[in-house]
């Protein structure tokens, strides 16, 4: 004897297996759409396509210092949240080493962080900022102090 789920669906018409009635509803469903539906569902399509992604190419340069800076004030409490939900999560993991879990936490934590939103982007505009001003100190460090050692 079959179960319940199979008998709803034999009653009501379907199939005896959900996957069957449910391509069976969407390809009548389909089929009576008329014109100006099917036109208007495929212009909808289009105009998702056709809108190009706004990429950091596309941004000038005062508004990424805008959302840098923006990223710095805000980062720490996003961060935090995503501290939370990693030792939420990290209870799948748990070790038995405290300082490991500390650290595991971490990284997720990190991990969420970056992923989320477009912070990768930003942390890197910082990176690169770093980068620069520790070059540009190096040069102005090393220039004059340099010995030749001619005699």
Do not use: W
């Amino acid at each position: 004897m079959g179960d319940a789920n199979e008998l709803e669906y034999t009653v009501l018409g379907g199939g005896s297996r959900p996957q069957e009635s449910r391509s069976e509803i969407s390809r009548v469903s389909l089929e009576n759409l008329n014109n100006h539906e099917i036109n208007k569902v495929n212009k909808i399509i289009d105009d998702h396509y056709k809108d190009k992604q706004r990429t950091i190419l596309d941004m000038k340069l005062g508004e990424i210092m805008n959302n840098t800076v923006n990223f710095l004030g805000n980062s720490y409490d996003s961060y935090m949240s995503k501290v939370m939900e990693a030792e939420f999560t990290q209870k799948l993991y748990k070790t038995d080493d405290d300082n490991l879990n500390k650290l595991q936490t971490h990284l997720i934590a990190f991990s969420l962080f970056v992923r989320d939103d477009d912070n990768i982007l930003y942390l890197g505009v910082i990176f690169v900022m770093l980068s620069v001003l520790i070059c540009f100190f190096n040069i102005s460090r090393g220039y004059g102090n340099s010995k030749s050692d001619s005699n």
